[in-house]
T-cell receptor
């Protein structure tokens, strides 16, 4: 199993550009989520999904969209990048009924 | 609002025991998790406590007191590789949401 994979590892954007961060898992986990981590801070939940076709907002959803068309994939879209979105983004998955979240390696995003 | 409080930094000597505390104030509570994160890496799961008491997993133990809204992570026989950041996280309800603390940076010295 590859676990949770994320692409790209690094990305630089200009203000106003849009892009999609990719996340996939091959563990057949029902739950997937996106977090952002800023320096010296914990992880903050952006959006999450409890299954294909179902998504909901977390703590800091503004400026981001998600969709969950399959169990495996959970892309995060930045609609119009802003410098405040410079951060490290982690995708995670969890099996229904389980307590352990499995995190991807992260995407380091810089918005100029 | 929701808040989780952890010390920002802890330093300990190799072979020693260290305790990292976490106090929380949340509108709901299902359980407390702990995650480890090395610099530049992804968080990895260490433990989950839903009930009061101590859970032991090898050198690591985690404790929860629901009445005190308090938990801690205990690391024994510290090794250099334990130098990392440790995050507590509250599962607030039956949904998927976790609220994370700001993390405790542990430095293990020889």
């Amino acid at each position: 199993n590859a676990g949770v994979t994320q692409t790209p590892k690094f990305q630089v954007l200009k203000t106003g550009q849009s892009m999609t961060l990719q996340c996939a898992q091959d563990m057949n986990h029902e739950y997937m989520s996106w977090y952002r981590q800023d320096p010296g801070m914990g992880l903050r939940l952006i959006h999450y999904s409890v299954g294909a076709g179902i998504t909901d907002q977390g703590e800091v959803p503004n400026g981001y969209n998600v969709s969950r068309s399959t169990t495996e994939d959970f892309p995060l879209r930045l609609l119009s990048a802003a410098p405040s979105q410079t951060s490290v983004y982690f995708c995670a998955s969890r099996k229904q009924g389980g307590n352990e979240q499995f995190f991807g390696p992260g995407t380091r995003l810089t918005v100029l | 609002g929701q808040s989780l409080e952890q010390p920002s930094e802890v330093t300990a000597v190799e072979g020693a025991i260290v305790q990292i505390n976490c106090t929380y104030q949340t509108s709901g509570f299902y359980g407390l998790s702990w995650y480890q994160q090395h610099d530049g890496g992804a968080p990895t799961f260490l433990s989950y406590n839903a009930l009061d008491g101590l859970e032991e997993t090898g050198r690591f133990s985690s404790f929860l007191s629901r009445s005190d809204s308090y938990g801690y992570l205990l690391l024994q026989e510290l090794q250099m590789k334990d130098s990392a950041s440790y995050f507590c996280a509250v599962r607030m309800d039956s949904s998927y949401k976790l609220i994370f603390g700001s993390g405790t940076r542990l430095l293990v010295r020889p």
